[in-house]
């Protein structure tokens, strides 16, 4: 269940999540390719893919109502895009962070990235 991840998500804020890139604005639906944080570890990118879906259901029209008129569907596919200028956000446990990003930071930002030396429990 999410709900054991609820405070984690809540605590890393909109760094922890992946940004939109637009695809075609003109169209009836609206394709946001979702644009993944380069600092940010697939098991954690997994947990964040999945707080994104069930955000999605939950903001979709409900059973017995129309769509207002004049507002686009939004389609947030997954790509292997990746946003190289996303913040990190410290103080997060280790296996929160892609190891490859993490070994071309330099000492100083590895000690002001502050990395907590565990893992989270992503199960």
Request: glycine share 4%; aromatic share 8%.
């Amino acid at each position: 269940s999410l709900k054991r991840h609820l405070a984690f998500v809540q605590d890393l804020g909109s760094q922890g999540m992946s940004s939109n890139e637009s695809e075609d604005e003109t169209a009836r639906t609206i394709s946001y390719l979702r644009v993944y944080p380069a600092w940010c570890s697939r098991q954690l990118g997994s947990l964040l893919w999945s707080v994104d879906d069930v955000a999605a259901t939950n903001a979709s029209v409900p059973i017995g109502k129309r769509k207002k008129s004049g507002t686009q569907l939004h389609v947030r596919p997954h790509s292997d895009k990746v946003n190289e200028e996303a913040a990190a956000p410290p103080g997060l446990p280790h296996n929160c962070y892609d190891t490859a990003w993490l070994v071309k930071l330099s000492q100083r930002q590895k000690c002001e990235l502050r990395v907590k030396d565990s893992d989270y429990n992503f199960t």
